[in-house]
């Protein structure tokens, strides 16, 4: 799937998301078939959700670094990521996995789509 297909994608899953007040999304790229995609949403409430993926579009499209940092102001709601972080190295995810502000938990590579789901079940009224 080319880079501008996926973006189109992205953006379509957006504009169906609930809450969302503003987006802004970047992409830059990587000829001949990788590329970077940022954005930021801001939702109703004023928390905010910062993304990036770094992409290979072939032979199939594959997700190889990701974030999705989600907080409230400046505080840290929830972030998914991959990096080679050292607190996390013990996961059976490792790379992948997720900070709340608790800790660090073991978590799956997800999705956009998912992770907005996450957003919305926790700006839904009771």
């Known amino acids: 799937m080319p880079l501008k297909n996926y973006l189109g994608t992205l953006q379509a899953l957006i504009a169906e998301t609930p809450f969302v007040n503003s987006t802004s999304i970047f992409y830059e790229e990587r000829p001949p078939t990788a590329g970077i995609i940022k954005g930021t949403l801001l939702f109703t409430d004023g928390s905010q959700l910062d993304f990036r993926e770094f992409i290979i579009t072939q ?9 999705y940092n989600y907080r409230k102001e400046h505080l840290l709601v929830f972030r998914y990521d991959n990096a080679n972080d050292p607190a996390a190295r013990n996961l059976s995810t490792y790379p992948s996995h997720k900070h ?27």
């Not at 032979?59 to 974030?67: C, F, M, R």
């Not at 709340?100 to 009224?125: H, T, Y």
């Open 100 to 126: 709340i502000p608790q800790g660090i938990l073991e978590a799956q590579q997800p999705s956009l789509g998912q992770v907005l789901q996450e957003i919305v079940s926790k700006l839904k009224i009771p």
């Open 59 to 67: 032979p199939t499209l594959q997700i190889i670094k990701y974030a």
